[in-house]
């Protein structure tokens, strides 16, 4: 949609996506390319900060391509590439790290959170930080701006990123004058932060989640784990304080939650048969495009050629946006 906002969405491939990456991301981000001109990352080079496995950052990386697709991302309607096939973007997190008071990343949730748990172990506190993880924000705010973002959708608890793009922006267009777009926060409230077989929230740290694309039987088998109490099926139940129902009321119909919602309250429902149902649901619900990432990711080398129109296609937008700031800068005429 030429002429509209620029929405752009990173995604770290880090791990196997789970129905709570599709829920809290996933979903909300493909809505996107319905409102904006749409713009897609895979966040590989973010991913180093933890990922030190080759061969799976790769695997990772076509994995995450491939549920994008899978799912509903269409690459002819919108831009999908490799954060490391736009080199442009490294360029500009010099530049910016230049402009950025070193005080901004000591505030980082990630650098902070990293901080206290070393400090609360007895360790010093910069023990294992990386210049990557405190660096983080920097790149993050050169993949915003490098392709002129205007909008970044997050949750709630992720806002703090994107004002530190913007932060950063406006210290560079103060020093440089108006030369880079400053970008907001897209704060999704209806983005869902789903819980996973323990009742945390679902996270590949904490080992409680349910793959997008496991089998049918996998996924069975990891449902029967989900975390309930002991209250016999006859006795009356609150659905919005059980876990169980709060993975089935987001991939149930309306009415079937609705539905189940009655029987919780009145009694008459075990938490077995509520397993049961929920398999069979996300069964139906992926098997289209479980099918589809399958055949995907035996095609490799099709990934490899939407992944590398998407980068040709973003780096035309990143060029502009580079040229402008080393002009500004002084390093071009």
């Not at 789970?18 to 909300?28: A, F, K, S, V």
């Not at 309607?77 to 997190?93: C, G, H, I, K, W």
């Not at 970044?152 to 004058?177: C, K, L, W």
Request: proline share 6%.
């Amino acid at each position: 949609m030429a002429g509209t906002k620029v929405a752009l969405t990173g995604i770290q491939p880090s791990g196997t996506a789970h129905i709570g990456n599709y829920l809290g991301m996933i979903r909300p981000a493909l809505e996107l390319a319905r409102s904006y001109d749409a713009y897609y990352f895979l966040a590989d080079e973010h991913a180093l900060t933890t990922v030190r496995d080759p061969k799976g950052l790769l695997d990772y990386t076509y994995e995450m391509a491939a549920t994008l697709i899978a799912l509903g991302l269409d690459p002819k309607n919108v831009v999908m590439y490799r954060q490391s096939d736009v080199p442009a973007t490294f360029e500009l997190a010099w530049i910016l790290s230049c402009v950025t008071p070193k005080g901004l990343l000591n505030r980082a949730h990630a650098y902070k959170a990293a901080v206290d748990e070393n400090e609360a172990a007895g360790r010093t506190p910069d023990d294992g930080i990386s210049m990557g993880l405190y660096n983080y924000p920097v790149l993050m705010a050169a993949d915003i701006l490098v392709v002129d973002g205007n909008v970044v959708p997050v949750g709630s608890d992720q806002r703090q990123h994107v004002e530190m793009a913007r932060d950063i922006a406006e210290a560079f267009n103060r020093t440089y004058g108006d030369v880079l777009v400053l970008p907001e926060p897209l704060i999704q409230e209806s983005v869902a932060t789903i819980a996973g077989l323990d009742g945390r929230k679902m996270s590949k740290s904490y080992g409680n989640l349910i793959p997008i694309f496991a089998s049918p039987e996998e996924q069975r088998k990891l449902i029967m784990r989900i975390v309930t109490d002991s209250r016999p099926p006859e006795e009356p139940k609150d659905p919005d304080s059980d876990n169980l129902f709060r993975i089935y009321e987001h991939f149930a119909p309306r009415d079937r939650v609705d539905a189940m919602s009655a029987r919780y309250l009145k009694g008459g429902v075990g938490y077995g048969e509520v397993k049961e149902e929920l398999a069979e649901i996300l069964r139906d619900v992926f098997a289209g495009p479980r099918a589809r990432f399958e055949e995907l990711m035996a095609d490799q080398a099709q990934l490899d050629k939407v992944l590398a129109e998407g980068a040709q296609r973003a780096a035309k937008v990143a060029g502009a946006t580079l040229g402008r700031v080393k002009k500004a800068v002084g390093l071009t005429s």
